[in-house]
């Protein structure tokens, strides 16, 4: 029994920010890396942002220097600022156990309009 709760989404304006957060519980064999994704309709799902157990983290160039991930246990976060339009997307957590499993949360909606 594994549950991904992501929240933190909604509305906001052009060069506004938003920090997301996903929480897993229940049975998962140690966490290894933790990272967040965004799909928009009619794209591909990509990567965002990647932070392993240890080591540095990672971003796509899209969102370097705007956007920040971190985790504390079995919580993630993305703390998005100065958010652009092009950053409107479902934006889903998942994690990889050390046994290879992933986890994925429902997704929360990201709109950035004025």
């Known amino acids: 029994q594994v549950q991904v709760v992501e929240s933190g989404g909604g509305l906001v304006q052009p060069g506004g920010s938003l920090r997301l957060s996903c929480a897993a519980s229940g049975s998962i064999f140690r966490i290894n890396v933790m990272g967040w994704y965004r799909q928009a309709p009619g794209n591909e799902r990509e990567l965002v942002a990647v932070?392993?157990?240890?080591?540095s983290t990672n971003y796509a160039d899209s969102v370097k220097g705007r956007f920040t991930i971190s985790r504390d246990k079995n919580t993630v976060y993305l703390q998005m600022n100065s958010l652009k339009p092009e950053d409107t997307a479902v934006y889903y957590c998942a994690l990889t156990s050390a046994n290879l499993q992933i986890y994925w949360g429902q997704g929360t909606q990201v709109t950035v309009s004025s």
């Open positions: 932070i392993p157990s240890a080591g």
